[in-house]
């Protein structure tokens, strides 16, 4: 392995598919300016993950010490945990443990999981545990259990097996609380620009880099391709309908692009730590100043002018399934998404996406599983839980020519030569795998708040943005209520 120096200002000027992510994200969040510059490694051989090797040759702990168990599990549904639900026999045959594993769309699942946490009911054993906020309001009620514990007893964790150190880094840390870890990512992303290579060629269009441009390339690129003087390709897609999980996650890159920021502490691109001390200073909401003004003003421009009428209703898959049928020549949106795009029984436009960081600061969400603190079968669970983000499951659901999911959250596996050739998607502006990457390596764990209190914020600021899509009100006015609100939170949490 060697080191160049990049200037960081040109990290956008990409390597081959094989660039070392895990040094790349360890250097970008650790060091990320350091007087100007960067040091960026590659490396071209890298280990594969040994999955010929039976598990019980391996691992020093009983497997089958709670054979006989049932264990219930929730989870989104998702590519990511359809590819592990295939693994379920595989898993029941080492353990003996009997697996029912229940998937529900995002809203359903987070309405069941927050029944059952705040009651204490214990119907599930397991649960999916998106990062933003939720790791610290879960583990500070007592809803789900530190993993320390888990991790330090030899009867159920071989140390070196599990490899904490293994999974990304800045992931691990969304899922920890006071030192203690309380859950295990399984899949972590952030966004980029997709766009139409074929339409972007014929008119002639550069890549955007800034605001401005995107707009300018989204007017260019919203065609009337049959001339009865009503669009039918647009020039952009992006989330319209409310939710901390849906507009405000895009909404956030604009805002953080626009020099904004939720709190007064803390900068623009990295955000504000949660446990930054309290007062004023830090955590007073600065939600409708002149930028945070600006940029949803242009959010709502942008989609009211060269968007799909319907795209203020919009979540993550209307934006996806937009972009799948043609309809749209760009959208900026999940990493994740390159796959679906290039499936060739689900997607028009195979062959025809390219791949561009965008001009919002990257966003990041992380999604992982915890072990119910009110569940009657916590070891057989964590078995589940240290089995299904290891290396060897992962790569098996996510690598080969079958696989239809990029969804994992370890860098062996990442770096894993077949991982890599699996999801090699080229394009003029660089393959998809490393503009992925670079983004999910800049991207700062604090891009939305950390707190407690963040899906009530995320969810006003929805409910504001998607006020501005509709016409409703202006930014300026729909901001001002928000902050109003936003404020009396804060105060009442104690912040200040």
């Known amino acids: 392995m060697y080191a160049r120096t990049v200037d960081a200002g040109t990290l956008s000027q990409r390597g081959g598919k094989n660039m070392n992510w895990r040094n790349r994200g360890k250097i970008v969040c650790t060091l990320l300016v350091l007087s100007g510059l960067l040091i960026v490694p590659i490396s071209t051989c890298f280990a594969q993950v040994d999955i010929e090797t039976p598990i019980t040759e391996k691992v020093t702990i009983d497997w089958q010490q709670f054979a006989g168990t049932t264990i219930n599990l929730i989870c989104e549904r998702s590519p990511g945990?359809?590819?592990?639900?295939?693994?379920?026999?595989?898993?029941?045959k080492l353990t003996g443990i009997n697996v029912n594993l229940i998937m529900?769309?995002?809203?359903?699942?987070?309405?069941?999981?927050?029944?059952?946490?705040?009651?204490?009911?214990g119907m599930y054993d397991f649960v999916q545990m998106p990062a933003c906020g939720v790791c610290v309001r879960w583990a500070?009620?007592?809803?789900?259990?530190?993993?320390?514990?888990?991790?330090e007893d030899p009867t159920l964790t071989d140390k070196a097996w599990l490899d904490v150190s293994d999974f990304v880094e800045k992931w691990t840390g969304t899922m920890s609380y006071k030192g203690e870890l309380y859950g295990l990512p399984?899949?972590?992303?952030?966004?980029?620009?997709?766009?139409?290579?074929?339409?972007?060629?014929?008119?002639?269009?550069?890549?955007p880099t800034t605001t401005d441009e995107l707009f300018d390339a989204a007017q260019k690129?919203?065609?009337?391709?049959?001339?009865?003087?009503?669009?039918?390709i647009f020039g952009i897609t992006l989330r319209g309908i409310r939710g901390h999980t849906s507009n405000i996650y895009i909404w956030t890159g604009f805002l953080r692009a626009f020099g904004g920021k939720?709190?007064?502490?803390?900068?623009?691109?990295?955000?504000?730590?949660?446990g930054a001390p309290k007062g004023k200073e830090n955590w007073m909401p600065v939600l409708n100043s002149p930028e945070a003004v600006a940029a949803t003003d242009f959010y709502g421009r942008l989609l009211k002018t060269c968007a799909p009428p319907d795209a203020p209703s919009y979540h993550w898959y209307g934006v996806l399934r937009t972009m799948m049928e043609g309809k749209t020549a760009m959208?900026?949106?999940?990493?994740?998404?390159?796959?679906?795009?290039?499936?060739?029984a689900e997607s028009k436009v195979v062959g025809k996406v390219g791949y561009a960081p965008g001009p919002q600061i990257p966003s990041i969400w992380v999604s992982g599983f915890a072990i119910n603190s009110a569940s009657k079968n916590k070891g057989a669970t964590w078995f589940w839980l240290q089995w299904v983000t290891s290396k060897e499951t992962q790569l098996k659901y996510s690598a080969f020519p079958e696989s239809e999911t990029c969804d994992v959250s370890r860098w062996s596996v990442i770096e894993d030569p077949r991982y890599q050739e699996r999801w090699h998607y080229p394009s003029a502006t660089g393959d998809f795998m490393t503009i992925a990457w670079d983004n999910i390596a800049?991207?700062?764990?604090?891009?939305?708040?950390?707190?407690?209190?963040?899906?009530?914020?995320?969810?006003?600021?929805?409910s504001a943005v998607e006020e501005v899509l509709a016409g409703i009100k202006p930014a300026e006015k729909a901001l001002d209520e928000a902050q109003s609100e936003i404020v009396d939170i804060m105060k009442g949490a104690g912040y200040f």
């Open 442 to 462: 800049k991207s700062s764990p604090d891009y939305r708040p950390r707190i407690p209190e963040y899906w009530e914020i995320g969810d006003i600021l929805g």
């Open 262 to 274: 939720f709190f007064a502490g803390g900068d623009v691109e990295n955000g504000m730590p949660p």
């Open 81 to 92: 945990n359809e590819g592990a639900r295939m693994m379920i026999p595989e898993f029941e």
């Open 186 to 207: 399984s899949y972590g992303e952030s966004d980029i620009l997709f766009y139409r290579t074929d339409l972007f060629l014929q008119k002639g269009v550069g890549i």
């Open 140 to 151: 500070k009620a007592g809803w789900i259990e530190s993993l320390n514990k888990y991790i």
């Open 221 to 232: 690129l919203t065609l009337d391709t049959d001339g009865d003087g009503k669009a039918d």
């Open 331 to 344: 959208m900026i949106d999940a990493t994740c998404f390159g796959p679906p795009l290039n499936d060739p």
């Open 104 to 121: 529900l769309p995002e809203r359903a699942l987070f309405d069941k999981m927050a029944i059952d946490l705040s009651t204490g009911s």
